[in-house]
């Protein structure tokens, strides 16, 4: 499951309290709930009931459905009892932050409910003048308290209002060390909406630069883009993103970014309702991840147990053993034993304890009525005051017990790794990581070399034709296999010099993607040239379809292996935090970066069994490194498969196995 939102953005909050003050002002509070998630407020709305569910720190919107299961806090106590049946009389967001206010009138008194939409936020109800009178959790912040009796005071604001002027914004700007950290963090959006407002301005290309790099025209357009965008949030739209059947986020604003680049299905519906069923499938999410937080609890008591059992049968078997020696001792020397035994017992009542080791003990303990003998390097002790039959009877009655405690303690044991293996299987760890963000060079093939080189290839003939147009410059390196069918091919080469192993990284991309895979070559030759030798102009009289250009001048060529490596490969983004990506190479290159890789050559497996396979080996393989299980990279797989493969090697790889802060 994706889900990028956990809680509403300053945006969201902006277009709800815009869109829906005017339906909650005058409804009056006619009950109060406490759900796991959230508060339920059931309202009375000009005659129509609505219900309204407030989770300080994550949401505010009205429900279309009610939970199965409703209880009562302290909390929940304190509205029933001191805001049950009051009118609410106003509704409003204060500040360009993540508050909503409103106050619910009854007989003339006003109380007041900051409802704060930001980590660690709190409900707090205060009288007219602001004073605390009681909250949803009561605490000490680094700069503020919320306790009863102190006036209310906000978290430090965060970010610059859209509606300051424009010279503030662009200020803000220019405070920042990149183009989308800079609308992060100094106008205090999400990354997502920040890559969105890139997007419109068309500088989402740029967003790495610095915002001093940036023309003032384009930094005044972003900040014409986020004032469009403010205006669109508020027409009552919701859109929701949508993918793998599942919601990953929800906007007022029409997603461009998720429908033009990530390419993802987009449902408009109200914006309330967009709220409220992106809320919806987050609840059982967190209620899925509960599940598997008391799985792992009783995984880990139960295998506790184990490990105790395991401990008590083996000290069961070290005395069953012990009391079997002990008898092998006497039985092999019984007339001996009895020998002593009686000697014992004579001289005992003749002339005393201290003249026992005539008999042959080793030693006597007079107190417990002891005598100790040494019986095949081992030294065992008798009772003088029983007989030796009754001690023998006594060691086999103890060997019989033993062995059925061993017995049923074993069945115990079998029964609690049955348990275990009950709770394993039910238990399955799944990461239901969030989207990846989507670069403009993933529409076509693409690898990074390893020393940081993109390299993009064509998918179809198509995109051969806008590859080379649009992206190959003179002093980039354009690569091509040596048979009809392959894909132009493009080192990105910047201002670096790339190294030969460079080269040949990209050449792998050149070989495999081309009809060789399919015709099953082992080998490929594959041609280098720059840029310039490239072009699009055919010879005088000829023509040149889509796809194909000409090349001048001597090409440089390299005999390329038909082996690709597929891995799954982490990132660490400033803005979208962890996620991995499907990620394909030369050998040498996914080994490096992958946290699991297989390795490829042409071959006869079905597709659908090779997507299979390989996403298996690369899932388990990234657990061993990890110990997180990947999912849903199964489409991912299939799309980077040149053809039917072999699968020649399959491990772990050297690539991060977490992102550091």
């Known amino acids: 499951m994706f889900l990028i939102k956990k809680s509403m953005d300053i945006i969201d909050v902006y277009a709800w309290v815009t869109l829906y003050k005017e339906v909650l002002n005058n409804c009056i509070i006619d009950n109060a709930y406490r759900s796991k998630h959230y508060w339920l407020l059931k309202l009375k709305c000009r005659g129509e009931s609505k219900l309204l569910k407030i989770e300080p720190s994550q949401r505010i919107h009205f429900s279309q459905s009610e939970p199965s299961s409703k209880s009562i806090d302290k909390f929940t106590s304190y509205l029933r009892a001191h805001v049950r049946d009051r009118r609410i009389s106003s509704v409003s967001q204060p500040w360009w932050e ?43 912040f680094k700069d503020r308290a919320v306790k009863v009796g102190l006036q209310y005071t906000p978290p430090p604001l965060r970010g610059v209002s859209p509606l300051a002027n424009c010279e503030e914004l662009l200020k803000a700007l220019l405070a920042g060390k990149d183009l989308v950290r800079s609308v992060v963090s100094e106008w205090g959006l999400p990354g997502y909406i920040a890559e969105e407002l ?15 790099e940036v023309g003032r025209s384009d930094l005044e357009r972003l900040v014409e883009e986020y004032r469009e965008l403010l205006a669109e949030s508020i027409q009552g739209r919701g859109y929701l993103v949508r993918y793998e059947n599942t919601y990953e986020l929800y906007s007022a604003f029409k997603p461009r970014l998720f429908e033009e680049v990530y390419e ?22 967190m209620d899925l991840e509960e599940k598997k937080r008391q799985l792992e609890e009783a995984l880990r008591a139960q295998k506790k147990r184990v490990e105790e059992q395991l401990k ?31 000697c014992v017992l004579r001289v005992k009542n003749t002339r005393g304890w201290g003249a026992l080791s005539e008999c042959g003990a080793l030693r006597a303990d007079q107190r417990k009525g002891l005598i100790c003998l040494s019986l095949l390097s081992k030294e065992i002790c008798f009772n003088i005051r029983k007989s030796l039959e009754e001690q023998v009877i006594e060691l086999e009655r103890r060997r ?33 990581s969030k989207p990846a963000p989507k670069f403009w060079f993933e529409k076509y093939r693409w690898t990074i070399t390893r020393n940081g080189f993109l390299v993009i290839a064509g998918r179809d003939a198509s995109q051969n034709e806008v590859i080379v147009k649009k992206y190959l410059s003179n002093n980039d390196i354009f690569l091509h296999a040596d048979i009809h069918g392959a894909p132009a091919t493009v080192l990105v080469k910047g201002s670096r010099e790339p190294s030969v192993e460079d080269i040949s990284d990209a050449a792998v991309i050149a070989a495999c993607y081309s009809r060789a895979w399919k015709v099953g070559f082992s080998y490929i030759d594959v041609y280098w040239v720059w840029g310039n030798q490239v ?18 001048g001597e090409r440089h060529y390299l005999k390329v292996p038909l082996v690709l490596g597929i891995g799954l490969r982490l990132y660490c983004d400033q803005v979208y935090g962890e996620y991995i990506k499907v990620f394909v190479g030369s050998p040498q290159v996914v080994k490096q970066l992958s946290l699991s890789y297989v390795l490829i050559t042409p071959g006869d497996m079905n597709l659908d069994d090779a997507k299979t396979e390989i996403t298996r080996r690369l899932v388990e393989s990234a657990y061993q490194k990890t110990g997180v299980i990947y999912t849903s990279i199964e489409e991912s797989v299939k799309n980077v498969i040149p053809g039917s493969p072999r699968i020649v090697e399959s491990g772990i790889g050297e690539g991060l196995s977490k992102c550091e802060d």
């Open 98 to 140: 993540r508050i909503v206010v409103f106050e619910s009138v009854k007989r003339g008194d006003a109380l007041r409910h900051y409802i704060e939409i930001l980590p660690r936020g709190v409900w707090v109800i205060t009288n007219s003048e602001n004073k605390i009178l009681y909250a949803s959790r009561f605490e000490e």
């Open 198 to 212: 890139l997007l419109r301005a068309g500088l989402y290309r740029d967003k790495n630069k610095r915002p001093s």
């Open 264 to 285: 993802r299905e987009i449902i408009l519906t109200d914006f309330n309702n967009a709220i409220d069923a992106y809320f919806t499938e987050l609840e059982v999410y």
């Open 312 to 342: 008590n049968i083996k000290e069961l078997r070290r005395e069953y053993e012990e009391v079997i020696e002990t008898l092998r001792a006497i039985y092999e020397n019984y007339n001996y034993v009895y020998d002593v035994f009686e």
């Open 400 to 432: 019989g017990e033993l062995s059925e405690k061993i017995k049923r303690a074993e069945e115990v044991l079998a029964d609690m790794e049955k348990s275990v293996f009950k709770i394993e299987e039910e238990f399955k760890v799944k990461v239901y």
């Open 535 to 552: 072009s699009k102009a055919p010879p005088p009289g000829e023509y040149l379809s889509k796809g194909a250009f000409m090349v001048y």
